[in-house]
């Protein structure tokens, strides 16, 4: 063999082993493969509205001296956050047999706020409310009391007081439960913690009852059944 092809085969060998080294392996080109994009939450933002009204209200007008008759409407967003507003007219037409008082108003009232959707899966049939509300009512009352003895001339005198203004401001914290019964209709309930926040009784005191927060006192519990359509 001559010094000639001795030059060429070693210049052959001198390729083949770059052209070795410059193929990647299996394991390298599997690792060199760029990983997929990891998906953000696909979930729309706005995934409707629902309308609901509260069976509780006309269940106590039903069968006592007070209650309300409540409408309310929330937005869906992201199936998590949920605003609402409610609306409705408080009506109290008491008279207690003991004293003979007698105590009679009607007004509406608003309340505004938010709930979220507490379940690990957001977007279940069934959903666990966590929340809170502003409220607040403008309302008149009238107060009767027949036969009020008078202190100093000892004659019975009937008290009267007519269209007492008042209003009242107070937060709710709100922790409910609501299901897919059919279709768009879902039904629920929660319970209220109402707590007063300022409040104007009028000149005669302590009014009796306050519509959309009840009975007077400075925190109270409530709660609502409601009945509610999705769109």
């Avoid at 080109?29 to 069976?55: E, H, I, K, N, W």
């Avoid at 439960?177 to 039904?187: F, H």
């Amino acid at each position: 063999m001559t010094h000639r092809s001795h030059t060429y085969l070693y210049i052959l060998s001198i390729c083949i082993s770059s052209l070795l080294m410059l193929k990647p392996s299996p394991m390298l080109a599997q690792d060199a493969v760029p990983a997929a994009p990891l998906r953000g939450d696909t979930t729309a933002f706005f995934r409707g509205f629902s309308v609901m009204t509260d069976l509780v209200g006309p269940a106590q007008l039903a069968f006592g001296d007070y209650g309300q008759w409540e409408v309310g409407a929330r937005l869906n967003i992201k199936d998590k956050y949920f605003p609402i507003v409610e609306l409705g007219i408080g009506k109290a037409d008491a008279d207690d047999p003991a004293t003979h008082l007698t105590y009679k108003t009607s007004a509406p009232y608003g309340r505004i706020g938010i709930d979220f959707n507490l379940m690990r899966n957001k977007h279940d049939d069934y959903r666990l409310y966590g929340g809170m509300r502003y409220a607040y009512t403008k309302y008149q009352f009238d107060l009767f009391c027949p036969g009020v003895e008078d202190p100093v001339w000892r004659e019975s005198a009937d008290f009267r007081a007519d269209d007492v203004d008042c209003y009242y401001h107070w937060l709710e914290f709100a922790f409910g439960i609501d299901a897919k019964i059919w279709g768009p209709v879902r039904m629920g309930w929660s319970a209220r913690y109402k707590r007063r926040l300022f409040h104007d009784d009028g000149f005669v005191g302590r009014s009796w009852y306050v519509p959309g927060y009840g009975k007077q006192g400075n925190a109270r519990l409530g709660g609502t059944f409601n009945v509610i359509i999705e769109f």
